[in-house]
């Protein structure tokens, strides 16, 4: 039976919050944003949380949204994720055998850390993420009358997503590259696996908010360098990957980055944003934004047919 979820990404400058309908898809009925204050995020720390819960206020009270189940997006700095081949036995995994396993790969105290596991046919993904960031997002969203059903890291937001869009059979090797302030992310989908890559640095000036001095050519080479490196680390998981497309989401990419970046893997660029619009039914126009820019918010609502 379909039910009604929010996905909601409260970023370093904006909120984007999507109603969508989920069953088997994921339909998209409602969608807003709203610009931020100055330093109301931090890092991905909420540092304003006054500013924050009321702006989201306002932001579902225009919506008129009909569900108050909300999915909440942690964003990519704030999460560890990390990505080992799967052994029979991880299906079963007990809560103290997650936490002996987490506590070989990560540097924090387990006990700091809220974690979790999804187990894929080739890969067993472990998340782990700081308590404190996870819980000020939790309290701002019920402070507003949602009833938080979880926050996802954005590259699962992102792959949760694209299992959807790719379906039960999935065919493809693509890589996705969210493009966000601060920080973006690659992620893999090689054919419903998932692979976690680099996150790196974002100018905000390039994009015309703030001021420095970093150029466009210096972030195209730090993305075709994300790059080298997230298709390096899986090869060495599966040497079999042969990339089939790349998937630009979130800001804008000046389109001839986009094509010196996919020439430089020699795969094809995938229209995303033709493939949102079919799929989801986004009008995104309604909230002034790009179509790829709601691709998080619509991943995270995506999550609810673990709910259904």
């Known amino acids: 039976m379909a039910k009604k979820f929010l996905g909601i990404q409260i970023g370093e400058y904006r909120i984007i919050c999507v109603e969508a309908r989920v069953s088997g898809g994921v339909i998209v009925n409602k969608i807003a944003t709203a610009p931020l204050m100055e330093n109301s995020v931090v890092n991905g720390i909420i540092a304003q949380p006054e500013n924050i819960t009321e702006i989201l206020q306002s932001t579902i009270t225009k919506m008129e949204v009909t569900t108050d189940d909300a999915i909440i997006n942690i964003p990519s700095n704030l999460a560890q994720i990390k990505c080992i081949p799967t052994e029979q036995?991880?299906?079963?995994?007990?809560?103290?055998?997650?936490?002996?396993?987490?506590?070989?790969?990560?540097?924090?105290?387990?006990?700091?850390?809220?974690?979790?596991?999804?187990?894929?046919?080739?890969?067993?993904?472990?998340?782990?993420?700081?308590?404190?960031?996870?819980?000020?997002?939790?309290?701002?969203?019920?402070?507003?009358?949602?009833?938080?059903?979880?926050?996802?890291?954005?590259?699962?937001?992102m792959f949760n997503l694209f299992s959807v869009i790719e379906g039960a059979k999935p065919k493809r090797n693509l890589i996705i590259a969210n493009i966000e302030i601060p920080y973006s992310y690659l992620i893999i989908f090689a054919k419903g696996e998932f692979w976690n890559g680099p996150a790196f640095f974002t100018p905000p000036e390039i994009f015309g908010i703030g001021e420095g001095k970093r150029t466009w050519r210096e972030f195209t080479d730090d993305i075709i360098a994300a790059f080298d490196m997230i298709i390096h680390s899986y090869q060495r998981f599966n040497p079999a990957f042969n990339l089939d497309g790349v998937i630009f989401s979130g800001r804008k990419l000046k389109e001839d980055i986009e094509q010196t970046i996919s020439s430089h893997f020699n795969a094809d660029i995938i229209d995303f944003e033709k493939i949102l619009k079919r799929k989801t039914k986004l009008k995104s126009k309604r909230a002034n934004i790009e179509p790829s820019e709601a691709a998080i918010s619509i991943g995270l609502a995506a999550h609810g047919q673990a709910f259904l």
Do not use: C
Request: glycine letters at 2%; proline letters at 7%.
């Open 89 to 157: 036995d991880y299906l079963n995994l007990t809560e103290d055998q997650l936490e002996w396993e987490l506590s070989h790969h990560l540097n924090e105290p387990i006990e700091n850390l809220n974690i979790s596991h999804f187990v894929l046919p080739s890969t067993t993904v472990l998340v782990a993420a700081k308590k404190e960031p996870l819980m000020k997002r939790a309290e701002i969203a019920e402070k507003v009358g949602l009833n938080v059903v979880s926050l996802d890291p954005e590259p699962i937001a």
